[in-house]
């Protein structure tokens, strides 16, 4: 396990399955627990023993199960409140709070706002409290979601909603995939020096048993290559090397469908 303070809240880190991570929340100033896509109860069970404090709610990203499977025994334990994308309600196990970019949900001593990043899965939602980013399967280190329900065009605005959030933003996103990512993004993006120090370092970082999650905005945007399409010199270098259209979009699409085959 490993903690962040954050001003109001404190994020809790834990491993789950083979590589997902289960995050759960801390309040400063009130009596919220929340844990966002419990892919296993007993690890966020154990976790509130050990804290002493019950869990008030789930906030879940989207509805695969690796990501929703705690909803149920969590929601009998503790009768916590299981919050979800309005859009995406009939998925989501146990969902009592429906939310989307226009209603938010209330959590005291928490300001939260909803991004709807759609694409991964359609009424996939991200969680922004302050300077930290819940995205589940949208955004991850030096990677992106597979479009399993949206198209590239949905993707590449959820994207961009990402990448205008502040440089400082930590990114909790719920899969350590960071390391081959960026063997693909070495191969896309050869001449990065920010990149070639990134894969330094989080290999070293995965040597010692380390977490790479949370990455920040900023290093995202200098290293990730789904994000890199919105650097023109990038853009541009990548459409002409591949022959496409020289647009953020095309170039998107390209490297998306060229990961599924990598
Ligand atoms: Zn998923
Ligand atoms: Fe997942």
Redesign the pocket.
Same mark, same amino acid.
Request: proline share 0%; no cysteine; glycine share 12%.
């Given at each position: 396990m490993w903690s962040y303070q954050h001003q109001h809240f404190t994020v809790h880190q834990f491993p789950a399955l083979n590589d997902?991570y289960i995050y759960l929340i801390e309040a400063k100033n009130s009596d919220v627990l929340a844990v966002v896509d419990p892919a296993d109860a007993s690890i966020v069970n154990q976790a509130c023993e050990n804290l002493g404090k019950p869990l008030t709610h789930i906030l879940n990203t989207h509805h695969?199960w !690796? &990501?929703t499977d705690g909803n149920k025994a969590l929601k009998q334990r503790w009768n916590c409140m299981v919050v979800g994308a309005a859009d995406d309600a009939a998925r989501i196990p146990y969902i009592d709070t429906q939310v989307s970019e226009k209603v938010f949900p209330k959590l005291d001593g928490l300001d939260i706002q909803v991004l709807d990043v759609s694409g991964h899965t359609l009424g996939h939602i991200a969680y922004v409290i302050d300077d930290a980013l819940f995205c589940? !399967?949208a955004l991850f280190g030096a990677g992106c979601g597979r479009l399993f329900e949206g198209s590239p065009e949905q993707m590449w605005q959820s994207l961009q909603k990402l990448a205008a959030l502040a440089d400082t933003t930590q990114v909790y996103c719920? &899969?350590e995939y960071t390391l081959p990512n960026l063997r693909f993004a070495r191969n896309v993006d050869a001449d990065n020096k920010e990149l070639e120090s990134r894969i330094h370092r989080d290999t070293q970082a995965r040597m010692k048993k380390q977490p790479t999650i949370p990455s920040n905005i900023a290093l995202e945007k200098a290293t990730n290559p789904f994000l890199r399409p919105l650097d023109d010199v990038f853009m541009h270098r990548y459409a002409k090397a591949q022959h496409i259209d020289a647009n953020a979009l095309a170039v998107f699409t390209h490297l998306r469908q060229s990961k599924d085959r990598w």
């Open positions: 997902n695969h !690796d &990501h589940g !399967d719920a &899969h």
